[in-house]
């Protein structure tokens, strides 16, 4: 990753519930790597820059809504979040985002879009800086490279 972009910069990366099952739920929707898998690449295209990557992941609505309210006060420059299932249900989580006012990029490793009617609404992504969906874990990678380059 190219490090001319990337000075002190705090992201959090946030995975909403079921996403610490990958590698082993519905491979053929969400792919074969696991959560750490994803985390590990991501850290490794830090390595080089001095930016601050910080992992959460949670079943719960309410820590994730304490995770991202926590995110205002503790020098967090940008979110990059997958709330997974609750991307169609999570009013709450959405004013946390919100209510936070910190830019952040909505990821999802399926195309929510051709999947069934219930996902094709999300509660993020008018809030969102933007969205990537369908690229699998490529979608977070290009997520980081963009909070890197963007400031
Ligand atoms: C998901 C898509 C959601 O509809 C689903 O509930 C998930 C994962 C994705 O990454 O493709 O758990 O956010």
Do not use: C, W
């Amino acid at each position: 990753m190219d490090s001319r972009n990337a000075n002190a910069r705090n992201i959090l990366i946030v995975h909403g519930p079921n996403l610490n099952l990958l590698g082993t739920r519905e491979p053929e929707i969400y792919g074969g790597v696991t959560l750490q898998d994803i985390n590990r690449n991501l850290s490794g295209l830090t390595e080089n820059t001095s930016a601050k990557l910080d992992f959460f992941q949670s079943n719960a609505e309410s820590a994730l809504i304490e995770r991202v309210q926590q995110a205002m006060s503790d020098g967090t420059d940008f979110i990059i979040i997958n709330p997974a299932a609750y991307t169609h249900s999570s009013i709450a989580l959405r004013d946390a985002l919100a209510a936070v006012k910190i830019p952040f990029i909505e990821v999802h490793l399926s195309n929510i879009y051709s999947r069934e009617s219930f996902r094709q609404h999300s509660y993020f992504s008018d809030l969102a800086i933007g969205v990537i969906s369908g690229l699998g874990a490529k979608g977070y990678e290009l997520a980081l490279e963009y909070a890197l380059a963007s400031h």
